[in-house]
């Protein structure tokens, strides 16, 4: 039996070392637990000790998991970190707070759709962005990245807060992290989501506003 509370305590510390220490960290990055396949009674021990933060990569999963939570606890926060398919966006946009795999035309133009209806209720958006070129990975190419950052933000006018990215496994995730930070400054964005539990030390040097951290908090993940 693995202490969450105790593992989230220890990443929070550890970056505020690193925050400290790094001229592109004015803000000690904000930890989002991702929760995917753990359950209701693996999240709970962090809520009641007043975390409010936590990432799902799967809107049906999260759905049954996080609704009744969220009665309890209206306050919760929630980002959707998996890819979301566009007929998937209603019931996205009633739970996240925040979507962080904006990474297509077609899904801008479903959310859109979903924005103009539904103004007073609507999560902030960030752009994925498929750093490595990966093809297995959801996220826009970075070829394309500034046009479609300039198409969500400047054409449809969505609320993109910031940019997200998950660096491929097999190379120094730095590299990733500081592309990532020179795009977002060229837009005018201010969010980082980018860092796991592989590397969220090395995020939080490059300024990551969120870092999202399942296994070093929860334990090995089941499957
Ligand atoms: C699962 C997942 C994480 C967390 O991964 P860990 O290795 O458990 O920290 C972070 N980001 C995304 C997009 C994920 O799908």
């Avoid at 990443?11 to 803000?27: C, N, R, W, Y």
């Avoid at 400054?185 to 951290?213: C, E, N, P, T």
Wanted: hydrophobic content about 40%.
């Amino acid at each position: 039996m693995t202490n969450s509370l105790q593992n989230l305590h220890t990443i929070q510390k550890e970056l505020e070392d690193v925050a400290k220490l790094s001229p592109h960290t004015p803000k000690t990055p904000q930890v989002i637990a991702i929760s995917k396949y753990f359950t209701k009674e693996d999240v709970l021990p962090l809520i009641k000790a007043n975390h409010r933060l936590f990432g799902e990569n799967k809107v049906q999963e999260a759905w049954d998991k996080w609704t009744p939570l969220k009665q309890t606890y209206p306050d919760l926060c929630l980002h959707l970190v998996g890819s979301l398919q566009s007929n998937k966006v209603d019931k996205a946009i009633t739970l996240f707070d925040v979507i962080e795999t904006l990474d297509r035309p077609s899904l801008a133009q479903a959310l859109h759709q979903e924005w103009t209806k539904n103004l007073d209720h609507f999560p902030d958006l960030f752009i994925q962005v498929n750093t490595g070129a990966e093809e297995q990975k959801g996220g826009v190419l970075p070829k394309d990245a500034s046009p479609f950052i300039q198409y969500c933000c400047k054409e449809l006018k969505l609320p993109v807060k910031g940019l997200m990215c998950i660096p491929p496994a097999d190379e120094p995730a730095a590299i990733h992290f500081s592309y990532l930070r020179t795009l977002a400054i060229q837009h005018d964005l201010s969010i980082l989501s980018m860092g796991m539990s592989q590397d969220y030390k090395i995020a939080a040097q490059f300024g990551a506003s969120y870092v999202r951290v399942g296994q070093a908090i929860f334990g090995k993940r089941p499957t």
